[in-house]
């Protein structure tokens, strides 16, 4: 079966804090996301990545850095966590083929910055 | 401005009853596809349809490519089925909407 796994369901830390969260998939996807959900606003796109060593930027990248060395393997990185990055954090993947493909996601991680 | 709107946002109904969430969109597509979220965060996909029809136990997905439309039916409607439903739309990236809270009461 599919399976996305994100390191921590639940997570705090402290302002200024650098913070990894990490995904894993056990798919051989070649596309990896992450998005950030917020009550009122849905999901949003962070970052994304098509292939090993490739991303690229999605709608809200600023403050965050993302780093893929392995196909299966999709870190998001927090550079210096602040309180308005307090959120709930969604990792996807899916095959290459873009929208006709559905994506596959993981149990989120609820990060709170205090 | 918001490429995908759903309605209602909140829903609550009685064990038994017929469902519907709608979903419009704005961009041009190529697939929408239905997701639902249960408390805890894990997103799973039900549907991903581009033209018609399709239906998985009690649930059925339509869609109206000329109308920019879709909706979610729930039928015989179970207290499991209380999640967030989001619609979800890809042309040249994915579009989500803020999602259907539904809470279905015994």
């Known amino acids: 079966d599919v399976k996305v796994t994100q390191s921590s369901r639940y997570l705090v830390k402290r302002t200024g804090e650098k913070v990894f969260l990490e995904c894993v998939q056990d798919?051989?996807?070649?596309?990896m996301f992450w998005y950030r959900q917020d009550p009122g606003l849905g999901l949003r796109l962070i970052y994304f990545?098509?292939?090993?060593?490739?991303?690229e930027k999605g709608d809200i990248p600023e403050g965050y850095s993302v780093s893929r060395e392995k196909k299966e393997r999709f870190s998001l990185i927090l550079e210096s966590a602040s309180t308005n990055q307090t959120s709930m954090y969604l990792c996807?993947?899916?095959?290459?083929?873009?929208?006709?493909?559905?994506?596959?996601f993981g149990d989120g991680t609820r990060l709170s910055i205090l | 401005k918001n490429e995908v709107e759903q309605s209602p946002q909140n829903l609550t109904a009685q064990e038994g009853e017929f469902i519907t969430i709608n979903c419009s969109y704005s961009?041009?597509?190529?697939?929408l596809h239905w997701l639902q979220q249960h408390p805890g965060g894990g997103i799973v996909s039900l549907f991903m349809?581009?033209?018609g029809k399709k239906k998985h136990g009690r649930l059925i997905a339509t869609i109206n490519i000329q109308e920019k439309h879709s909706s979610l039916h729930i039928t015989a409607s179970h207290p499991r089925d209380s999640a967030v439903y989001i619609c979800?739309?890809?042309?040249?990236?994915?579009?989500f909407g803020t999602g259907t809270s539904l809470t279905v009461i015994p």
């Open positions: 996807a993947s899916g095959p290459s083929g873009g929208g006709n493909q559905p994506q596959h």
């Open positions: 798919m051989d996807h070649e596309n």
């Open positions: 990545s098509y292939d090993v060593k490739m991303k």
């Open positions: 961009v041009g597509i190529s697939a």
């Open positions: 349809l581009s033209s």
């Open positions: 979800a739309v890809t042309g040249n990236q994915f579009y």
